[in-house]
Nanobody, 120 residues
Framework: QVQLVESGGGLVQPGGSLRLSCAASGSIFSILAMGWYRQAPGKQRELVARITTGGSTNYADSVKGRFTISRDNAENTVYLQMNSLKPEDTAVYYC??????????????WGQGTQVTVSS
């Protein structure tokens, strides 16, 4: 059974940094892309950053230059380094595995979410 487990959220002051991690486990053959989404109270879930197996990345305009996504393909793990955090970055951050293939299935999977709060 496939699971995505996130870690690294928490409370940080404005201007601070956090690093999120997400590890996918199970009988995984391949993952097309991994990414991070976030959802703030009263708002829709939005893409923060995404990285493909080949290393191509894309970012939301609001985080460009502050956040960096990286991936360890061998470990099926994705990271999100968040610097210069702002109060508007406060949200629940969700890990996503896109096009994840096992012996029997192919689909998208989500982690349980980790809270990031930026406040003084």
């Amino acid at each position: 059974q496939v699971q995505l487990v996130e870690s690294g959220g928490g409370l940080v002051q404005p201007g601070g940094s956090l690093r999120l991690s997400c590890a996918a486990s199970g009988s995984i053959f391949s993952i097309l892309a991994m990414g991070w989404y976030r959802q703030a109270p009263g708002k829709q879930r939005e893409l923060v950053a995404r990285i493909t197996t080949g290393g191509s990345t894309n970012y939301a305009d609001s985080v460009k230059g502050r956040f960096t996504i990286s991936r360890d393909n061998a470990e099926n793990t994705v990271y999100l380094q968040m610097n210069s955090l702002k109060p508007e970055d406060t949200a629940v951050y969700y890990c996503n595995a896109e096009g994840l293939s096992t012996i029997a299935t192919r689909g998208d999977y989500w982690g349980q979410g980790t809270q990031v709060t930026v406040s003084s």
